[in-house]
Every structure is written in C-alpha cells, then in structure tokens.
C-alpha cells in the first residue's frame, strides 16, 4: 500500500461513519413498510408524519440486528443503552428532531479486520484493522428533491423513520484504499449477517468520511467531513482527492476550514457545502416516550415471567450468527488448498465463491487448476467486458466441461483457451461441439508428431546448435514452431519429449 | 414543563459556572395586562406563581446575583428552538428561570444517578416486525396546505432567521 504523503510526510487521517438501513419489514417506531422506490408517501404511518398524538414503538427486529452485527464487530453490548433527541430544523425531518442513542449507545469499543491486495504485484493480503468507536440505533429521515426551477422542494417521508445502525469508526485509516477496503468489508459482514443489504447505490449504506492530514506524532489537523458518496470506488477517489487537496492548502500557507464537502463524481472533486450554517448545536435530550432498553446475557438473567417476545437474549443471538467473511475465507483455503490471495477474490466478488464451487464439483480438473482459470481466464473477460459472475455467458457448468475435455486428453491447454474464447462468443454450443467443428482434438497420432518435430529439427540447424551447446531456452522456440503447424492441436508434453530428444 | 426544566438547566451549566446558589427574595414579576396575552409569558406567570410558593417553604435559599444571559447566546437559543424571547419581560422571564432552576443545586446528589423520566424503570415494549400501518398518503396530504402530484412542499433549503433587528421590525404591528 503506498502512503499518500508530501515530501514533508504529511499523512492523511480518515475516520468514517457509516449508516447502515436496517433490513428489516418496518420502520424502527412504527409499523409502516420499508420499501425502495414506493409511491411517495405511501409508506407514512401517522408517527412517521410526525401528527401530535404518536408515540415511539420499538421494533425487536432492528433491536436484534443492531446486537447481532455488534456481536460480529467484537464490539461490547450494552445491557443498558438510552434513546436521545437530536433536534434540528430540516424539511425532511417532521418531528423537528431525530430520535438516536447519543449518550449511551446499543454498542462500543469494537474492532473491524479487513484486507486488501497490496504489494508491488497486488497480490499479497494486507491486513489492517480498525477500531468501531460505538454502534447506535437512530431514524432515518425522509427524501427531499431539490427543484430549483420552481425554488421549491418536494418532501417524501418513505424513508423517514426507517432504521438505521450507525456504526462510528475510530480514525486509523489513512487513505482512500484502505476506507474503501474496510467499507467493503463492512458490506460482505453485513450481507452475511442479513443485517443491512448494503447496497450503496440504493442508498442502504451511506459512508460519510472525515478526513485530516498531520506529520506523524504531531497533533490531529483541522477535519472535514466529505458527504455524497455512493460507491466504495467513490468513496477512495473523494478521500484521495481531499487528502490532496488539503496538502495543496497547507503547502500554500493556507489552512484548512473545518466544514461540510460534497463529493462530485464527475470531477472527482470535493466541493463545499453551503447549506450547513456554522457549528450546529443539536440540543441533546433523552427522549422521554421510551423507557431504557435492557438486553440480557442468557434466559437465566431475563427477568422471570417476561414472554420471550419482549426479550431480547444475548446468547440466542450470538448462537444464530451466520459464517463471516473472514472464518469463509480460511475455509476456503483449507478445504481446496488455494492460496490467501485467491480466497481473498473469491470472497471479495459478488457469485464468484459459487461459480467457483459448482465449476469444482462437476469437474475432475483439481481445485488448484480451477482457480486459475477462474482468476484469469473468466476475470479476464468479466472485468475486459464490464460484467458482473451472473453475467457470465459461461456457466460452471459449461466451464467443467472443457475442463474435462482437457483431463481427458481430448484437447490440449492452449486448445482449452480457445474453446473458452469461442465459447464466450457462442454460448449456445457446447465445448464439444466447438472442438469438432473447429477440428480442435488433440492430435495423438505420435508418427505425425514425430514428421513434424524432425521437419523442425532440420530446418533451424542454428537453433539445434544453440541447444546442443547448452541454451536449453531456445528449446521454446522450436515448441512453438511445432505447435504453429499443428495449430497448437499437439500435446505440449509429449512435443517437448521428442524435441529435447532430437537435440540431445 | 420536564422540558424547559432540564433545558434551562443546560443552558445554565453552558452559560455560566454557579456553585451553590444563594438567591434574592424573589418577588413576584410585574405583569401588565399585554404581557399576559403572549403565550411565553403566561407560563412564565405560573412559573413565578410556583417560585413564590417554593419561597416560602425553602428558608435555606438565600442571595445570590440575578443571572444575565448574553445577548449572543439569546440569538442562539432563538435561532436553533425557534423561539422568540421578543422583549425585555421576555428575557427577564427566562432569568427567572434559570434562577428557578438553581434550587436544583440544593439538593445533594453526590453518589445519586440523575433519572431520566419517573417511568425509566418500566420495560420497553418491543414490537413484533410485522406491517400494521402506513398506506394513507391521500390522509397525510390534505393536511398541507400545498402538495405537487403526491409530496410534500417545502422552500428549498432552510430560511435563515432575519437579524434581530430586522425581526423588530417585522413584528411590529404584529397581533401580540
């Protein structure tokens, strides 16, 4: 990984919160949907509006799923946490404040591991981690579309109310590449969990990020906090542009405002934002309408005679935690013997761990051969083309098969490279087909081999030269020449047996 | 009431740094007959009403000097609550206030949790995550007075509160 730095050793500093919508069926105060893309305000229950006369019901669901992801974070449960009001003026907030647990959060003092390639080749696992400062539960407020035409703003309060998790993250990153590594693996916990579908597009994860730079051992510098974010690849480039940007500031004897910047996808820059009057005072209170909420170690500490419905039990949840991303990865290494950095993708790629699974199982090619196809041949193409696994017009299926092909002895490796290309092109045939077709079998006919290598062997008498008197490369060369005749239909091992015999 | 109790008295430790408090005899607020129209200062009419009734219980409660707010601050406070303290009755109410708050300070609570809510022991009900409302978006949008195909309308961005002395102006030949 390199360092973003001046000559001067400035370092960036970036810390993140991140607010993660709660997959749940309803709000977290009301039993309104959560839905993406409704008819505006169709999913507004009358607390949700904000009418005079609603009150604050928790959803058990959302209590759960902030525990769960804080149990995955390694964080501290508090058995006791508290709800504030946040207040601020804002069209889309009704109520005039928002309900969120400053002072005593669900949890803290967590830690999130992640990993990214670095090295000079990216292909080694880097693995860094970073402190989770505290997880609280808190409402989502509603849409607001901006209509400068008009000079007006349209309100949708569907998401307002929707639950959220924000998960406060300590400042011990210090470049673009590695808060992106570390959202991406937030997302893949979080999917894992079912917690939060973590789709940054559809904004059910939204990263804001707080960026500073300082010389090593000296005290923090002035941050600022850059908002607007939609994707992880975003979230590197808005965090690498501020962190230049800054430098570009202090190199020129200025400093730098604490403020609000918004991110620009198209430049790629950051830009202030001009609505945020000043240092905002949010007037925090404890929420009145609710009660502190108790979670409990194990049934035994549950206060008795309490239905289990109004219990929230630390180890039931804890025994309901699904695979995380980190305990797949091992497996994956031990059980098919691959290498970290191959897991790593694996993981890392949305239906790649199960593309790579089915092509294992119906092929005899082992694990190892697999991945390398999986790595280079079909990344190749995904990423050339722009396309995600599911777009993939080659099904594992299709994949294990000339694979077979290939352990058969029907077709050599070259040949299986070229099926593949021809395949992707036509996936309505099969490898079979393409090989017969195209003439691809292997040429096993070892006469024909050897009238090809002797025809050869004669006409580079230099090169044969060259081998004989020790330049075992140029051995190569004569391969490929054999194999342009045979239009690469020859099987490698043996050509190179016969050749290193001729010129022995 | 709860409310502006716990609010004065954060704006009491934010503002100023009392120890124990000593107070004046409180007397009892000269309230002319347009004050007692503005909402703000009949509450705080009950609220000196209490004052002089907490007096006569509280013998221990001696002088102190009468707390000025800041002007700043007052801008503040107006500009984040929205509230508008209007005139001098105004800020000599939230005064009082402060001071009525200050008997706080009498108590000892050394070694005590400070309580939320006198219902912080109930258990917090948690509610099953199956879909019971929502769906009335014709309801909701008859209550605003102005609506464009299904949202709400609202100016772009927030209006910034006008100066105090613009504001002076503006209500001038207001109703209050």
């Known amino acids: 990984m390199t360092l973003i730095s001046a000559p001067q050793e400035l370092v960036g500093v970036v810390g993140l919160e991140i607010h993660a919508q709660i997959h749940s069926n309803t709000k977290l105060f009301s039993g309104s949907r959560v839905g993406f893309q409704a008819p505006p305000n169709s999913l507004v229950s009358f607390f949700d509006a904000s009418l005079p006369g609603t009150l604050p019901v928790l959803n058990r669901r959302c209590v759960e799923a902030a525990v769960m992801t804080g149990l995955a974070l390694n964080c501290t449960i508090n058995r006791k946490s508290l709800f504030d009001r946040k207040h601020y003026f804002y069209a889309d907030l009704p109520a005039?404040?928002?309900?969120?647990?400053?002072?005593?959060?669900?949890?803290?003092?967590?830690?999130?591991?992640y990993s990214h390639l670095g090295g000079r080749?990216?292909?080694?696992?880097?693995?860094?981690?970073?402190?989770?400062?505290?997880?609280?539960?808190?409402?989502?407020?509603?849409?607001?579309?901006?209509?400068?035409?008009?000079?007006?703003?349209?309100?949708d309060l569907n998401r307002a109310g929707v639950g959220l998790m924000e998960l406060v993250m300590e400042p011990d990153m210090s470049c673009g590449e590695e808060a992106a590594a570390a959202v991406r693996e937030m997302q893949l916990i979080l999917q894992a969990l079912g917690t939060c579908q973590g789709n940054m597009a559809e904004g059910q994860l939204r990263v804001d990020a707080n960026v500073s730079i300082h010389r090593p051992g000296d005290h923090w510098g002035i941050r600022t906090e850059v908002k607007n974010i939609n994707s992880a690849r975003n979230l590197a480039r808005a965090i690498d542009y501020e962190i230049q940007r800054q430098m570009?500031?202090?190199?020129?004897?200025?400093?730098?405002q604490n403020e609000t910047r918004s991110f620009d996808g198209k430049t790629g820059h950051t830009i202030p934002m001009r609505d945020k009057e000043g240092l905002q005072d949010y007037r925090f209170m404890p929420e009145p309408n609710?009660?502190?909420?108790?979670?409990?170690?194990?049934?035994?500490?549950?206060?008795?005679?309490?239905?289990?419905?109004?219990?929230?039990?630390?180890?039931?949840?804890?025994?309901?935690?699904?695979?995380l991303p980190s305990v797949r990865r091992q497996r994956l290494v031990e059980t098919y013997g691959i290498l970290p950095e191959h897991s790593f993708t694996l993981v890392n790629e949305?239906?790649?761990?199960?593309?790579?699974?089915?092509v294992v199982r119906e092929t005899k090619a082992g694990?190892?051969?697999?991945?390398?196809?999986?790595?280079?041949?079909?990344?190749?193409?995904?990423h050339q083309q722009n396309l995600s696994v599911s777009q993939s017009p080659i099904s594992p299926q299709a994949?294990?098969?000339?694979?077979?092909?290939?352990?058969?002895?029907?077709?050599s490796s070259s040949i299986a490279k070229q099926v593949f290309q021809e395949l992707w092109k036509t996936p309505g045939k099969t490898a079979q087909q393409i090989v017969k077709e195209q003439d691809l079998g292997m040429v096993n006919d070892s006469t024909e081999i050897y009238r090809i290598c002797q025809k050869v062997v004669d006409s580079h008498p230099d090169q044969v030269q060259a081998i004989r008197s020790g330049n075992k490369k140029v051995l190569n060369k004569l391969m490929g020449l054999v194999q342009k005749e045979t239009k690469g239909r020859a099987d490698p091992v043996l050509v190179r047996a016969i050749l290193e015999q001729k010129t022995s | 009431m709860y409310v502006v109790v716990n609010y004065t008295r954060r704006l009491q430790t934010l503002a100023f740094n009392l120890g124990p408090s000593r107070?004046?005899?409180?007397?009892?607020?000269?309230?002319?007959?347009?004050d007692r129209k503005s909402k703000q200062n009949l509450s705080c009419f009950r609220w000196t009403h209490l004052i002089t009734l907490v007096h006569q219980y509280s013998t221990r409660i001696s002088n102190s000097k009468p707390c000025q707010v800041p002007v700043d601050l007052v801008d503040k406070l107006e500009r984040l609550a929205l509230v508008d303290f209007r005139n001098q009755e105004g800020l000599a109410c939230l005064e009082k206030a402060i001071r009525f708050a200050d008997q706080l300070h009498v108590v000892d609570t050394d070694g005590v949790d400070p309580m939320d809510s006198v219902l912080e022991e109930r258990a917090l009900y948690l509610r099953e995550d199956a879909v019971a409302e929502g769906d009335c978006a014709e309801e909701l949008l008859q209550l605003s007075k102005n609506t464009v195909e299904e949202y709400f309308v609202a100016p772009p961005g927030n209006i910034p509160l006008p100066k105090r002395e613009e504001r002076a102006a503006m209500f001038k030949h207001a109703e209050f």
């Open chain 1, 399 to 411: 994949l294990a098969q000339i694979l077979n092909l290939q352990e058969n002895g029907q077709i």
């Open chain 1, 121 to 155: 080749k990216r292909n080694e696992v880097v693995t860094k981690s970073v402190r989770i400062k505290q997880i609280q539960l808190e409402q989502d407020s509603g849409k607001s579309l901006h209509n400068d035409y008009r000079n007006q703003t349209l309100i």
């Open chain 1, 248 to 256: 570009f500031v202090l190199e020129s004897g200025g400093t730098v």
């Open chain 2, 23 to 34: 107070y004046q005899g409180v007397t009892r607020a000269s309230i002319t007959s347009q």
């Open chain 1, 96 to 113: 005039g404040y928002q309900i969120t647990q400053q002072r005593l959060p669900i949890a803290v003092d967590g830690t999130l591991t």
């Open chain 1, 367 to 382: 694990p190892r051969k697999v991945i390398g196809w999986v790595m280079n041949e079909l990344q190749g193409l995904l």
């Open chain 1, 290 to 323: 609710l009660p502190p909420l108790m979670v409990y170690e194990a049934c035994s500490t549950a206060p008795p005679g309490v239905a289990p419905s109004q219990v929230v039990v630390l180890e039931e949840v804890r025994e309901r935690l699904p695979e």
């Open chain 1, 350 to 358: 949305d239906g790649l761990m199960d593309y790579f699974e089915a």
